[in-house]
């Protein structure tokens, strides 16, 4: 089976507090956009998890999330004897704060549950992805939802309204453990930006939602070339713009699709750039 698995980005990124393990405390806005990888999931005559990717810097064994989030469904349904063999086509960039790994993760553990007809409501595939990574159980909802504790406790809110994103990865990226490193260097703050983003989204209001969007990590990498790539999009006519996740992805959001394609013109040559759109689902099947 095909399925894509779609990328995110961060309306509001809070970060609230530090656990005794060392894991950051979030209250953060995420919404999917339809910039995505493919993933082909078959079964194989070779038991144990099989895995190959388009992007040679991408690690193929339990480093990868997809592959860990196959062993450890199989692990959990009792399926240990079983083969399966993924191939990942990678167009989601990495260290783009899009959540590409976390998406590839989603899309497996719901593919798995339609192959075995395992049956598995998305309470029980949360609970799986939190064991791969903490944007996981997000990507195997979808759509917009408030997101706290480490990243995994996610709650549905009305989606972005209707508009058009330009997605900007610039050359320059970061590792989210040098960016946690680099957080800490500053105070921790109480979350304030996500509940103004509540408020706009409830609303319905793009304009609201476009002034409301934030990010500590924004605040507090403070990396060049993406204060660069948000005045370039600002310019262009968005009507906000930030960055995304832990960088080093920035976004931009337009009201038209002629500016949105504006924009996407006056940042050619400065990184990958995406004309994405809000998506409803984290992953879709293909057949």
């Known amino acids: 089976m095909k399925v894509k698995a779609f990328g995110k980005i961060n309306l509001t990124l809070d970060v609230t507090g530090r656990r005794e393990d060392g ?57 240990t004897g079983e083969g399966i063999y993924i191939f990942i086509r990678k167009y989601i960039p990495s ?22 007809q395992t049956g598995l409501g998305l309470p029980k595939l949360m609970e799986l992805g939190a064991k791969v990574g903490s944007d996981v159980p997000f990507c195997v909802v979808g759509g917009a939802a408030r997101c706290t504790g480490v990243g995994t406790i996610v709650e549905e809110v009305p989606p972005m309204p209707d508009c058009w994103l330009v997605v900007c990865k610039p050359p320059t990226g970061m590792s989210t ?56 999009m600002m310019e262009s006519g968005a009507l906000g713009a930030m960055m995304t996740g832990s960088g080093s992805g920035v976004y931009g959001i337009f009201q038209t699709e002629q500016q949105a394609r504006s924009a996407l013109r006056r940042l050619e040559g400065q990184g990958k750039v995406f004309l994405v759109r809000p998506q409803r689902e984290g992953c879709l099947f293909l057949g």
């Not at 993933?39 to 998890?49: E, N």
């Not at 099989?50 to 959990?76: G, M, V, W, Y």
């Not at 319905?204 to 990396?223: H, M, Q, S, Y």
Request: charged share 25%; with cysteine.
């Open 177 to 232: 453990p040098r960016a946690y490193a680099l957080l800490d260097q500053f105070p921790l703050a109480s979350a304030q930006a996500t509940p103004r983003m509540l408020e706009a989204l409830e609303a319905g209001n793009l304009k609201k939602v476009a002034r409301c969007v934030a990010n500590r990590f924004d605040e507090t990498i403070r990396l060049a070339p993406v204060r660069q790539l948000k005045r370039t």
């Open 95 to 116: 260290r783009s704060g899009m959540g590409g790994g976390s998406a590839d993760a989603a899309a497996v553990l719901h593919g798995l549950n339609q192959m075995f």
């Open 23 to 79: 894991f950051h405390l979030l209250d953060t806005v995420m919404q999917t956009v339809s910039i995505w990888d493919e993933l082909d999931i078959q079964r194989s005559h070779k038991p144990g998890v099989h895995l190959q990717c388009t992007r040679e810097s991408i690690p193929t064994d339990r480093k990868n999330t997809a592959f860990r989030a196959a062993k450890f469904f199989l692990e959990d349904q009792g399926l």
